[in-house]
C-alpha cells in the first residue's frame, strides 16, 4: 500500500469519527432540544421524522451529483455544513431557526454518509480486502466520544451552544484538513457479461455489470439495511425503558445498556474485517445474523435487568457487522455503478431508522414489550435468507453454479 492510501484511509476514517461524534451530540441532546425551544410532546415527532425523510433526499441527490462531482469532494463540502448545523441547532432561539438548522443537518447528512460510504467501498476495492467495518468502527467510537460529551454537558447543565462549540471548533478544521487527503479509489474494471442464453437473470447481471443499477438485484440488500436498522433504533429508542419498565432495572442501571450496546458494536467492527478475511461475508454476516437474533431472544425472556443486559451486549455483537457489509457487497454487486447503488441502498438506512421506533413502540402498547422485541429478532433471521447476496462469486446467473467475476479473479481468496 502506498502512502497515498494509507493517508486516504487515515482520513476517512477520522472522518466516519467525526460524524459518529456529530450524531451522537444531537441525538442524545433531544430532551434539551424540546426544552430550549419550547417543542410539544406532539410536535417533537415531526421534527425526529423529518431528519430522516430530508437525509433520505440528500441521498437520492447524491446519486446524481456523483455523477458530475467527485465523491471526496462532496465529503469534503458536506461534512462542515452538517458541524455548522449542529452548531446552529444550539444556538438558535426560536423554532423556526431549529427547524432550518434540522433541515440543513438532513438533506447534508444524506450526503455525507452516501459520499463516505461511496469512497469507503472505492478504497476498499483498491486495497484488494476488508476494511469496511474498521471505517465504521470509527464511527462507533465517534459516537461513544460523543455521548460522553454531551452526558458531560448535561451533567453541568450547560446550554447547547456551550456544549457543541468546542466539539465544532475542533472537529470542522481537522475535518478539512484531513479532506485534502482523500482518496477516491479506483475503478473495478468491467467483467465480461454471461452469454445471452442465461435468462432474464442473465440480461439484468450485464446490466448491473455495464454499469446501470438493477433494483431487484439491490433489493435484497435494500431488505437487510432496513432490517438491521430497525433492530439498532429498537435498541437506541426502547433499551432504557425496556429495562426500567419491564424488567424493573433502577433508572441509573436502565441507562447502561445502550453504552454497552455502542461498546461492543465498536469491539465487533475493530475485529470483523479480520474475520471477513479469514471466513468470508457470507460466513461473518450469517453469524452477526444469528447472534443478534439470539439477543433479541434473550432481551425479550429475560427475567431481570442483567440478563437483559447480555442480550444487549450480544445485539452489538451481532448487529454491528450488518450495515459495512451491506455497503461492502453492494459495490461488489454493481462494480460499474458502485456510486448509485450505495446512494439508493443508504436511503433504506433512513428507512429502517422511521420504521422501527413506531413499530416497537405500537407492539408495546397494543400487546407487550416482551413481545415487541421478537419482530425485530424474526427480520434480522430473514438475513438468512439473502446471505448469499453478500458472496462476490454468488450465483447471480440463474444456473446453479457460482462464477467468479472477472473483476475478482487474480485476487485471491481474501479479494473484495
Given at each position: 500500500?502506498?502512502?497515498?492510501?494509507?493517508?486516504?484511509?487515515?482520513?476517512?476514517?477520522?472522518?466516519?469519527?467525526?460524524?459518529?461524534?456529530?450524531?451522537?451530540?444531537?441525538?442524545?441532546?433531544?430532551?434539551?432540544?424540546?426544552?430550549?425551544?419550547?417543542?410539544?410532546?406532539?410536535?417533537?415527532?415531526?421534527?425526529?421524522?423529518?431528519?430522516?425523510?430530508?437525509?433520505?433526499?440528500?441521498?437520492?441527490?447524491?446519486?446524481?451529483?456523483?455523477?458530475?462531482?467527485?465523491?471526496?469532494?462532496?465529503?469534503?463540502?458536506?461534512?462542515?455544513?452538517?458541524?455548522?448545523?449542529?452548531?446552529?441547532?444550539?444556538?438558535?432561539?426560536?423554532?423556526?431557526?431549529?427547524?432550518?438548522?434540522?433541515?440543513?443537518?438532513?438533506?447534508?447528512?444524506?450526503?455525507?454518509?452516501?459520499?463516505?460510504?461511496?469512497?469507503?467501498?472505492?478504497?476498499?476495492?483498491?486495497?484488494?480486502?476488508?476494511?469496511?467495518?474498521?471505517?465504521?468502527?470509527?464511527?462507533?467510537?465517534?459516537?461513544?466520544?460523543?455521548?460522553?460529551?454531551?452526558?458531560?454537558?448535561?451533567?453541568?447543565?450547560?446550554?447547547?451552544?456551550?456544549?457543541?462549540?468546542?466539539?465544532?471548533?475542533?472537529?470542522?478544521?481537522?475535518?478539512?484538513?484531513?479532506?485534502?487527503?482523500?482518496?477516491?479509489?479506483?475503478?473495478?474494471?468491467?467483467?465480461?457479461?454471461?452469454?445471452?442464453?442465461?435468462?432474464?437473470?442473465?440480461?439484468?447481471?450485464?446490466?448491473?455489470?455495464?454499469?446501470?443499477?438493477?433494483?431487484?438485484?439491490?433489493?435484497?440488500?435494500?431488505?437487510?439495511?432496513?432490517?438491521?436498522?430497525?433492530?439498532?433504533?429498537?435498541?437506541?429508542?426502547?433499551?432504557?425503558?425496556?429495562?426500567?419498565?419491564?424488567?424493573?432495572?433502577?433508572?441509573?442501571?436502565?441507562?447502561?445498556?445502550?453504552?454497552?450496546?455502542?461498546?461492543?458494536?465498536?469491539?465487533?467492527?475493530?475485529?470483523?474485517?479480520?474475520?471477513?478475511?479469514?471466513?468470508?461475508?457470507?460466513?461473518?454476516?450469517?453469524?452477526?445474523?444469528?447472534?443478534?437474533?439470539l439477543g433479541f431472544a434473550v432481551v425479550a425472556g429475560a427475567p431481570g435487568a442483567w440478563v437483559g443486559m447480555?442480550?444487549?451486549?450480544?445485539?452489538?455483537?451481532?448487529?454491528?457487522?450488518?450495515?459495512?457489509?451491506?455497503?461492502?457487497?453492494?459495490?461488489?454487486?454493481?462494480?460499474?455503478?458502485?456510486?448509485?447503488?450505495?446512494?439508493?441502498?443508504?436511503?433504506?438506512?433512513?428507512?429502517?431508522?422511521?420504521?422501527?421506533?413506531?413499530?416497537?413502540?405500537?407492539?408495546?402498547?397494543?400487546?407487550?414489550?416482551?413481545?415487541?422485541?421478537?419482530?425485530?429478532?424474526?427480520?434480522?433471521?430473514?438475513?438468512?435468507?439473502?446471505?448469499?447476496?453478500?458472496?462476490?462469486?454468488?450465483?447471480?446467473?440463474?444456473?446453479?453454479?457460482?462464477?467468479?467475476?472477472?473483476?475478482?479473479?487474480?485476487?485471491?481468496?481474501?479479494?473484495?
Amino acid at each position: 500500500m502506498t502512502d497515498v492510501l494509507r493517508r486516504g484511509r487515515a482520513s476517512l476514517a477520522f472522518s466516519f469519527f467525526a460524524q459518529g461524534a456529530t450524531f451522537a451530540l444531537l441525538v442524545t441532546r433531544i430532551p434539551a432540544i424540546q426544552d430550549r425551544y419550547g417543542v410539544s410532546d406532539a410536535l417533537l415527532p415531526v421534527f425526529l421524522a423529518a431528519v430522516p425523510v430530508l437525509a433520505g433526499v440528500g441521498s437520492v441527490t447524491t446519486e446524481q451529483l456523483v455523477k458530475r462531482v467527485r465523491p471526496s469532494r462532496l465529503l469534503r463540502w458536506s461534512q462542515p455544513v452538517v458541524l455548522l448545523a449542529l452548531l446552529g441547532v444550539g444556538a438558535g432561539g426560536h423554532m423556526a431557526e431549529l427547524a432550518v438548522a434540522l433541515a440543513a443537518f438532513g438533506l447534508t447528512v444524506g450526503a455525507l454518509d452516501a459520499s463516505m460510504n461511496m469512497l469507503g467501498v472505492s478504497l476498499q476495492r483498491t486495497y484488494g480486502r476488508s476494511i469496511m467495518l474498521g471505517f465504521h468502527a470509527a464511527y462507533s467510537l465517534g459516537g461513544i466520544v460523543g455521548a460522553s460529551l454531551a452526558w458531560v454537558g448535561a451533567h453541568w447543565h450547560l446550554a447547547l451552544w456551550v456544549s457543541y462549540l468546542p466539539v465544532v471548533a475542533v472537529l470542522l478544521p481537522a475535518a478539512l484538513v484531513g479532506s485534502r487527503w482523500y482518496v477516491d479509489g479506483d475503478s473495478a474494471p468491467v467483467p465480461e457479461a454471461p452469454e445471452a442464453g442465461d435468462g432474464e437473470v442473465a440480461t439484468g447481471v450485464r446490466e448491473a455489470e455495464a454499469g446501470t443499477v438493477v433494483f431487484r438485484l439491490l433489493l435484497p440488500l435494500c431488505l437487510v439495511m432496513t432490517f438491521a436498522y430497525i433492530g439498532d433504533s429498537t435498541v437506541s429508542n426502547w433499551s432504557a425503558k425496556y429495562l426500567q419498565d419491564t424488567l424493573g432495572s433502577s433508572e441509573q442501571l436502565a441507562t447502561v445498556p445502550y453504552n454497552v450496546y455502542m461498546i461492543t458494536t465498536l469491539l465487533g467492527r475493530s475485529i470483523g474485517d479480520f474475520g471477513v478475511r479469514r471466513f468470508g461475508a457470507v460466513a461473518v454476516v450469517r453469524l452477526g445474523a444469528l447472534v443478534a437474533a439470539l439477543g433479541f431472544a434473550v432481551v425479550a425472556g429475560a427475567p431481570g435487568a442483567w440478563v437483559g443486559m447480555l442480550g444487549f451486549t450480544l445485539l452489538g455483537l451481532g448487529l454491528c457487522v450488518l450495515v459495512p457489509q451491506t455497503f461492502a457487497a453492494a459495490g461488489r454487486l454493481f462494480p460499474g455503478a458502485s456510486d448509485t447503488a450505495i446512494a439508493r441502498l443508504n436511503i433504506f438506512n433512513y428507512v429502517g431508522f422511521l420504521i422501527g421506533s413506531p413499530l416497537v413502540g405500537a407492539l408495546g402498547d397494543a400487546w407487550n414489550y416482551r413481545g415487541a422485541m421478537l419482530i425485530p429478532m424474526a427480520l434480522v433471521l430473514v438475513t438468512l435468507v439473502y446471505a448469499r447476496s453478500f458472496n462476490p462469486g454468488q450465483d447471480r446467473y440463474g444456473d446453479g453454479h457460482e462464477r467468479p467475476r472477472t473483476a475478482d479473479v487474480g485476487r485471491g481468496s481474501n479479494g473484495l
